[in-house]
């Protein structure tokens, strides 16, 4: 099976999810079901099929996180040398050469992507053309608009 890039706070926040599901989520779903089972008749009990729904439903997450934690190479940007390249982890300030637009990202794994708070995926179109770059480089990076040419101005391992 492969390998899955994470950063170390990716990795804390599945955890933290995980953690809250089986301590939480999981025994107020089974005392859910408990009350439900009480009430009788179970074929036409909404509040008993609710509950056995959203069990299935917090059980499938935790096999999915448990497996993607099982899976993952953590990679702790903040413990390496920066040497100016732009690798997985790092947090790169890119400047937009048409326009002057500066745009700061921080490149992670695929769960961890947000682009509202500029976490893009290592997998993302302009991930992979910042990939193995340096500062000072310029590079092209197609875009939905077309072809788009960035400047690398900062590249930090926070």
Known sequence: MSQYP?????????????????????PRIIQAIAEAREHGDLKENAEYHAAREEQGFCEGRIQDIEGKLSNAQIIDVT??????????????????????????????????????????????????????????DVVTIQTPAGPVEFEIIAVEYL
Do not use: C, W
């Not at 926040?13 to 809250?20: F, G, S, T, V, W």
């Not at 790092?90 to 992670?108: F, G, P, Q, S």
């Open 79 to 136: 413990k390496m040398a920066n040497n100016g390249k732009v690798i997985f982890g790092t947090t790169v300030t890119i400047l937009n050469v048409e326009n002057d637009e500066e745009t700061t990202y921080r490149i992670v794994g695929e769960d961890e992507a947000d682009i509202k708070n500029n976490l893009i995926s290592v997998t993302s179109p302009i991930a992979r053309g910042l990939i193995g770059k340096e500062l000072d």
């Open 6 to 26: 994470m950063t170390v706070q990716g990795a804390e926040k599945l955890r933290a999810e995980l953690n809250e599901l089986k301590t939480v989520r999981r």
